[in-house]
């Protein structure tokens, strides 16, 4: 049984998870799980990490992913 973990998110992260959920035709939900599994194979993290990788990007980020085509 999977576990229900809940967490804010910044506007920027949730705006980029939409553009992927759209680019790949898949939920919001399947790419952050995507993400934090991809983010725990490469190290092992705690609870706060989690936090601090979930609010990592920053307005330029999702500028720059809007000009990717």
């Known amino acids: 049984m999977k576990k229900l ?3 804010r998110i910044e506007e920027e992260t949730l705006l ?3 553009m ?3 680019e790949y035709d898949t939920t919001k939900v399947h790419i952050l799980e995507n993400a934090i599994k991809t ?4 190290k092992k993290f705690k609870k706060k990490d989690l ?3 979930c ?6 980020d999702v500028k720059a ?4 085509k």
């Open 5 to 7: 973990v809940s967490f």
């Open 16 to 18: 980029l998870l939409e």
């Open 20 to 22: 992927l959920a759209k």
């Open 39 to 42: 983010y725990a194979n490469i």
């Open 51 to 53: 936090m601090k990788f």
């Open 55 to 60: 609010g990592k990007l920053s307005k330029e």
């Open 65 to 68: 992913f809007r000009n990717i």
